[in-house]
């Protein structure tokens, strides 16, 4: 016998990835008939969890909304504390200590970020939750993010602002700011989205960083942020996978290597390798993760494993996840002695 919490948590999960059929795939999971799913998921109409259209077999299923605020501020003088009590702490009041924990910082740290530097007129924000997750958003009509980290670091191209975006310890005010909050939001929530200009960068938990051309080139940034309303994650745990122990410092960071790919191009060139390992002094430890890198060449392996180390003994780098030919380009350039 199946505990009812149980089944009807498990039928929201499954509305949640796709409203089809959840009837079926309901029954085959649970070993129940068809009626008997049926009843659970009309327990969830009942309830106001859901809603659907169609009939019988034809009929699809979709969370509803149960709460949802949108507000617009004028960006002058507003306060990330203001945003956070009167749009965000209402609507997650009700969610674990660990969940709300979450998005206290998110969002006071993205509200942040659209006062200090989007130099917007106004700044919009807005949460929605529904029975399974919440999302949440911060947008501005600013010089967007990614454009302005390019002016700021001379960067040949706003894809560029990415890759460093994906290292942390980046600001382009460090007066005032530590260079940390994008790096941690984006390790906290389940899903974190920047789009900006013509590009989006996605970054979702356990999963790789992915960078896409949008099809149009939008004002500001937009940010998005989700997360499971009974996520078991806790902000202390994520910021200890960066820490170094003895201090508590952000020592540590994880470079997708990848995101120094443009279209397709392979990674060959020591400037390659320069544009890589920038600001890579700032921790003590990096790793490089080689996901869907399929080779290096000389040149670039030489210049990051050697002459980068050489240079910066006390930072270490950690390759993870190469291929057999990225490997041996790694090992034949440690291997080498100094020049």
Do not use: C
């Not at 039928?11 to 959840?22: H, K, R, S």
């Not at 004028?74 to 979450?102: K, M, Q, S, T, Y």
């Not at 002094?281 to 990096?286: A, G």
């Amino acid at each position: 016998m199946h505990d009812k919490d149980t089944l009807r948590r498990r039928a929201l999960t499954l509305i949640a990835a796709d409203g089809q059929g959840v009837a079926a795939r309901l029954a085959d999971e649970f070993g129940l008939s068809r009626q008997a799913a049926n009843v659970h998921l009309q327990a969830l109409l009942r309830e106001g969890l859901v809603e659907a259209e169609g009939q019988t077999r034809a009929r699809v299923y979709r969370l509803a909304t149960l709460g949802e605020t949108v507000r617009r501020y004028d960006r002058e003088g507003l306060r990330e504390d203001i945003v956070w009590r009167e749009v965000f702490a209402p609507e997650v009041d009700a969610l674990p200590e660990n969940v709300r924990d979450i998005w206290h910082y998110g969002v006071t740290e993205m509200v942040n970020n659209a006062i200090d530097h989007s130099g917007s007129a106004q700044v919009e924000v807005g949460v929605r939750r529904n029975a399974v997750f919440t999302d949440g958003w911060v947008a501005d009509e600013g010089v967007g993010i990614f454009l302005k980290i390019q002016r700021a670091l001379n960067l040949y191209d706003p894809r560029e602002a990415i890759l460093e975006l994906a290292k942390g310890k980046l600001t382009t005010d460090p007066v005032n700011h530590s260079g940390e909050g994008i790096f941690f939001a984006s390790k906290v929530f389940d899903a974190y989205d920047i789009r900006s200009g013509r590009l989006h960068f996605m970054h979702d938990y356990g999963e790789l960083d992915v960078l896409m051309e949008r099809p149009a080139d939008a004002p500001g940034t937009l940010v998005l942020m989700r997360l499971d309303n009974d996520s078991p994650r806790v902000m202390k745990k994520v910021f200890d996978e960066f820490a170094a122990p003895e201090d508590y410092t952000f020592a540590k960071t994880v470079v997708p290597v990848r995101l120094a790919q443009y279209e397709g191009e392979k990674l060959v060139s020591r400037s390659q390798a320069k544009r890589l390992y920038q600001r890579f002094e700032r921790f003590r430890h990096v790793v490089l993760d080689f996901e869907e890198v399929a080779e290096i060449g000389q040149a670039f392996a030489d210049e990051l494993f050697r002459v980068f180390v050489t240079a910066h003994p006390t930072v270490d780098l950690a390759p993870i996840n190469m291929t057999e030919a990225v490997a041996q380009m790694v090992s034949r350039a440690r291997a080498r002695p100094d020049a």
